[in-house]
């Protein structure tokens, strides 16, 4: 087995030939192969198109094939192929082919250059072989000779102007015999190539060269083995003169002078000027190539590391190569400074001069600028590009919105790929191996100061370079097929760019908040939008120049407004909003509805967090009424939690908005006039769904008391309750008012007096349910039995309990007024005095503690007999602070509670010897107290 490798280090598949059976295949075809189908046949034709002016090709081995059938772009929907000419020149004579050394030698390089297109070219190359005397005459073998001849006479890379190309005097380099002239064109290594005057006056490789042809193909693999391979250092496409050449002129031949551009040295021109004189020196340097003659792939040299190469030099210049080193820390094989300073004169004095002829059957001649100072190669987007592959913005919008779907759907991954240029990657490991680069790459592109309105959205665009800033390098490059994709080179670093930026991600974990930069904010605010959770969306939003008590009501509902917006101004690409927390101000959208922005808190209580800005929050309603029913964006379309049209359970006020006539939306003062109609049928409705509501409550509640043994009537328990009627009518009042979709700065005046409202008649309910709780424990038969000492404590805990309710309703009607630090002196002031109090009041409560285990323990009760602690009498009265025992003298003895709690007591009953004028009184005083 025999292989035909180009051995240069660029990617590309070997070739190798087995017993009498050799296939060549070009490197650009081989860039096009794909699995076989009934297009195979037409593949080596549609791909040739680099190697027809490809003259620098290079064969080497590559890890597999591309994911798609990639096709270079042609004219008019055409391939290059599709528009070439049979270069069969049938009508010059054979032997003017062969008149001389140099001749013989463009012979044998056209024909097979252009053997897989056009197989009756070989004829051409047979011709160049001096095969009187050969050992065999078998067609097959003679093929093979012709193009393991022109395998070897490639990696010499010879000169064309070093051969002889006089038919008679040859100069120096000619060996006369006796027999015939020769001219030996290499001698050294175990190499040698000559040839030979035959007796038709042709020049023809003679027989000793063809017998050598075996020796000599395994002599040129092996020193292409022994080449260096480390390529990493070197810009993909452009690794050697021959790898140049060949991308430059396949550029030319599709009309693609942007993309040929990037062959040229213009390091020192601004982006501007490469992206507007790139073109026009590309086409003009191309026309200046075909008007010196035909590019000969075979004398051009591969070498990475070789000396600059010129390939054509007079007076008004000359075309040569170059490494360069490019600012991305790789090298390039460029056209030289030097040779785009002379572009210009050596075009003017090319229209002079007629093409190559070989372009010129070809049918692939480089047309002249119509205007000098325009290029006439801008072009259009092809039809076959998609329009997501068809710019450097369009490719990132195209990847964002595919790694945002794959979010929820893991298998829109597999759409990830389309943006990677793969061909390097094995085609089983694509699936896999590829969503994983996708996901890393995405990651990567988050951690890049992205703005997407700065990439061209051109295709005719130049290169982008992403991410330098940052110590990365991120290459957008339009591929051979016209799509833009992230390169080869992208794609093979992603792995290395996410462990560089994973450690400063790390370091950034752990900030605490959701909002801690502009992006965390947005998706916060998006992630809760979709969810319909606008309670959380509406954090996101500065409400500082609202009222306190209105921003629980009103929050959400500007959440939904802004969402709403922004779903109609177009896709948000997260990727691109900076996440740096102590950024500047980040304007998220600027443009006919006003301005979108978001900034860094400097005040507490939200000091350090990303809001959606206090200028924005009043802008949301106009920009609202502005979009109110038109569509999504097209860059919506696909997004699950975008906000299409607004459905009643949801957003009742905005549903109603939509659907009422044109004539009830005319504004009337500060509302709109179906507003002002809502308003008191709301207040109506309310009021009657309140009372019906009511009237079965009460009576319910009754009927309750009733059963548990109270003697309360339906009045009192409705009188008791009426608070709750007027509480329930605001309640269903504010509900009903959601959906009349009021103005803001009307609705946050409502809402403000809604709250203050409901903190009043909270206040009137929770007294009117105190008295209640009085009414029944006076009024219950059931509870009369347990009554005794805790008639004494129900009134004064009942005060008690109507000052705690106050001191709540207070507490939270300064919590609405949003004056923190009035509410925190408030309890503090509540605090001290309590303290105060008990300090100075440390007996009371000790002996109101003891009044409470009294009660608890039920040791005596009124009337009772006790003896404590030696005192004896008759229990005639309880407080909080002490007990009064009417004694058997008659007289009043007070003791403290807390000396009862802690004395034994010893309770003798109701005494049938005790003193009738001792008991009477009392018993009876306390009879009226009770009552």
Not at 150 to 171: C, H, K, M, R
Not at 433 to 450: F, I, Y
Not at 836 to 857: H, R, V
């Amino acid at each position: 087995m025999h292989s035909l490798n180009d051995s240069s280090g660029l990617p590309g598949f070997p070739l190798t030939c087995q017993c009498r059976t050799l296939r060549f295949i070009p490197f650009p075809a081989i860039q096009t192969m794909h699995k076989p189908s009934p297009l195979s046949a037409w593949l080596p034709f549609l791909s040739w198109l680099l190697a027809i002016l490809g003259w620098a090709y290079l064969a080497q081995p590559v890890q597999g094939q591309p994911a798609k059938l990639r096709q270079p772009v042609g004219t008019r929907g055409q391939t290059l192929a599709d528009r070439l000419i049979s270069p069969r020149d049938t009508d010059r004579p054979l032997l003017e082919k062969l008149r001389s050394p140099r001749e013989t030698v463009k012979t044998l390089y056209y024909a097979v250059t252009l053997y897989d297109l056009f197989p009756e070219m070989m004829e051409d190359a047979i011709a160049c072989l001096e095969l009187e005397q050969a050992r065999t005459t078998r067609r097959e073998d003679v093929f093979l000779m012709a193009l393991d001849l022109e395998y070897v006479l490639q990696s010499l890379s010879l000169p064309l102007n070093g051969i002889p190309d006089q038919a008679q005097a040859v100069g120096q380099v000619q060996l006369v015999t006796a027999e015939q002239r020769k001219v030996v064109l290499y001698d050294a290594d175990g190499l040698k190539v000559a040839l030979c005057h035959c007796g038709d006056d042709g020049w023809r490789f003679d027989r000793d060269t063809l017998q050598r042809l075996p020796a000599m193909r395994r002599i040129v693999q092996e020193r292409r083995r022994q080449r260096p391979r480390d390529m990493t250092n070197l810009r993909e496409g452009f690794s050697d003169p021959r790898a140049t050449l060949r991308q430059f002129i396949s550029d030319a031949a599709n009309g693609d002078y942007h993309a040929a551009a990037h062959s040229l040295d213009l390091t020192s021109f601004s982006n501007e000027q490469r992206h507007q004189q790139g073109p026009v020196l590309a086409q003009q340097l191309a026309f200046v190539l075909q008007h010196r003659g035909f590019m000969y792939r075979q004398e051009v040299p591969d070498l990475p590391d070789g000396p600059a190469y010129t390939w054509h030099a007079d007076q008004h210049g000359r075309i040569a190569l170059d490494r360069v080193h490019l600012p991305n820390g790789k090298d390039a094989w460029l056209f030289t400074k030097q040779t785009v300073r002379s572009i210009s004169r050596m075009y003017a004095a090319a229209q002079a001069l007629p093409p190559a002829p070989q372009y010129a059957r070809l049918g692939l001649l480089i047309p002249p600028l119509r205007v000098q100072a325009e290029a006439s190669t801008s072009r259009k987007r092809p039809e076959e590009v998609p329009p997501h592959l068809g710019s450097p913005r369009a490719l990132l919008q195209g990847f964002f919105r595919t790694m945002d779907a794959a979010d929820t759907d893991d298998v829109r991954l597999v759409d990830a790929l389309e943006f990677l240029d793969l061909d390097n990657v094995p085609v089983a490991d694509r699936g896999p191996l590829g969503a994983k680069l996708a996901t890393k790459l995405e990651a990567v592109l988050r951690k890049v100061r992205l703005d997407l309105s700065a990439v061209p959205d051109d295709w005719n665009a130049g290169r982008q370079i992403l991410g330098e800033a940052q110590g990365i390098h991120i290459e957008i490059l339009r591929q051979r097929d016209g799509c833009w994709r992230f390169s080869q080179a992208t794609v093979a670093h992603i792995p290395e760019m996410f462990d560089k930026l994973a450690g400063k991600a790390g370091s950034d974990e752990g900030r605490g908040s959701h909002l801690d930069s502009a992006r965390d904010t947005i998706i916060t605010f998006q992630t809760s939008a979709a969810r319909r959770e606008f309670t959380m969306a509406a954090q996101c939003l500065d409400l500082s120049s609202m009222h306190a008590s209105a921003r629980e009501e009103l929050g959400p509902v500007l959440a939904f407004k802004l969402k709403y917006v922004l779903d109609r101004t177009g896709r948000l690409y997260v990727q691109e909003i900076p996440d740096n927390p102590d950024g500047p101000r980040y304007v998220l959208y600027r443009g006919e509805l006003g301005r979108i922005a978001l900034e860094r808190q400097a005040q507490e209580p939200l000091k350090g967090q990303w809001l959606f800005t206090a200028d924005t929050v009043q802008r949301i309603e106009p920009m609202f009424r502005a979009v109110l029913g038109q569509p999504l964006d097209e860059s919506q379309r696909d997004v699950a939690g975008a906000l299409g049209q607004p459905r009643f359970w949801e957003t009742p006020g905005i549903w109603l908005r939509l659907n009422i006539p044109g004539w009830l939306q005319v504004r009337a003062g500060m509302i709109e006039l179906y507003q002002w109609l809502g308003l008191p049928l709301a207040a109506l409705a309310a009021w009657l769904g309140a009372c019906l509501l009511m009237v079965g409550g009460s009576r319910s509640v009754a009927w309750l008391l009733h059963r548990s043994g109270s003697v309360l009537s339906n009045d009192f328990v409705a009188r008791a309750l009426r608070p709750l009627t007027w509480l329930a009518t605001v309640w269903l009042l504010f509900e009903l008012l959601d959906g009349l979709d009021l103005p803001i700065a009307v609705a946050t005046t409502v809402f403000t007096a809604h709250k203050f409202l409901l903190a009043g008649l909270f206040g009137w309910l929770g007294l009117r349910l105190i008295d209640l709780s009085m009414g029944v424990y006076l009024n219950s038969e059931r509870l009369r039995p347990h009554r005794s000492l805790s008639d004494m404590i129900v009134p004064v805990s009942m005060r008690i309990s109507k000052t705690i309710v106050l001191l709540v309703v207070a507490t939270y009607v300064i919590y609405q007024i949003g004056q923190i630090d009035l509410l925190a002196r408030f309890l503090t002031g509540l605090g001290v005095a309590g303290l105060a109090a008990s300090l100075a009041a440390q007996d009371a409560l000790k002996s109101f503690f003891g009044t409470l285990l009294l009660i608890g323990e039920r040791a005596f009760k009124i009337g009772d007999r006790i003896d404590v602690g030696g005192k004896e009498g008759v229990v005639e009265q309880v407080g909080f602070r002490s007990t009064r025992l009417r004694t058997s003298q008659g007289s009043t003895l007070t003791i403290p509670n807390a000396v009862i709690a802690s004395a034994p007591i010893n309770n003798m009953g109701t005494s049938a010897e005790r003193p009738a004028d001792h008991t009477d009184v009392p018993l009876s005083r306390h009879a009226s107290q009770a009552a």
